[in-house]
T-cell receptor, first 115, second 116 residues
């Protein structure tokens, strides 16, 4: 079974600063995928970034980067140059390499960006 | 850009009533999913669907739940007799073949179900 832990219920950051959202995971699978979703107040789930367990380089997508430390089983999301529109809930999630994307989500971190 | 659409956006129902939530996945996707999020809690997997049958389901997806792809475009979630604890946001998602392995699911905007 997979487990995702997000220890930060809420984070504050000032506009234009960088912020790191923590995520640790637990799995017995050798191969898995890790990723982050954003959920703004409107409720939809927006895919942000993906990291495969065998990827040697950390994933980056624009202002988002995933700090993947396999030995520590952590997959922190780094948002550079925060914008007011980044205020949202952020969910870390993972899938086993079983062939079907049954996502296991963490409890989420609420990010608030202030002017 | 193609998107997953869900209807209704919000439904209020009496306990014990049947509810059908509808989803139109992205047209060339092959894998379909339902997730739910109880207010203030994490998103939970309900069921995945491929090739006109359920491929995986969670413990939450008991006999009160069913899914169907009645035609080539719609994907529905039916709750036969709603309970108070079914109140949640229900998300439909779809993915193409690559998304099965990368986790790049495309979510709809959700259907909020309130059971009174």
């Amino acid at each position: 079974a997979q487990k995702i832990t997000q220890t930060q219920p809420g984070m504050f950051v000032q506009e234009k600063e960088a912020v790191t959202l923590d995520c640790t995971y637990d799995t017995s699978d050798q191969s898995y995928g890790l990723f982050w979703y954003k959920q703004p107040s409107s409720g939809e789930m927006i895919f942000l970034i993906y990291q495969g367990s065998y990827d040697e380089q950390n994933a980056t997508e624009g202002r988002y980067s995933l700090n993947f430390q396999k030995a520590r089983k952590s997959a922190n999301l780094v948002i550079s140059a925060s914008q007011l529109g980044d205020s949202a809930m952020y969910f870390c999630a993972m899938i086993p390499n079983s062939g079907y994307s049954t996502l296991t989500f963490g409890k989420g971190t609420m990010l608030l960006v202030s002017p | 850009e193609p998107e997953v659409t869900q209807t209704p956006s919000h439904q209020v129902t009496q306990m014990g009533q049947e509810v059908i939530l509808r989803c139109v996945p992205i047209s060339n996707h092959l894998y379909f999913y339902w997730y739910r999020q109880i207010l203030g809690q994490k998103v939970e997997f309900l069921v995945s669907f491929y090739n006109n049958e359920i491929s995986e389901k969670s413990e939450i997806f008991d006999d009160q739940f069913s899914v169907e792809r009645p035609d080539g475009s719609n994907f529905t979630l039916k709750i036969r007799s709603t309970k108070l604890e079914d109140s949640a946001m229900y998300f439909c998602a779809s993915s193409g073949l690559a998304g099965v392995y990368t986790g790049e699911l495309f979510f709809g905007e959700g259907s909020r179900l309130t059971v009174l």
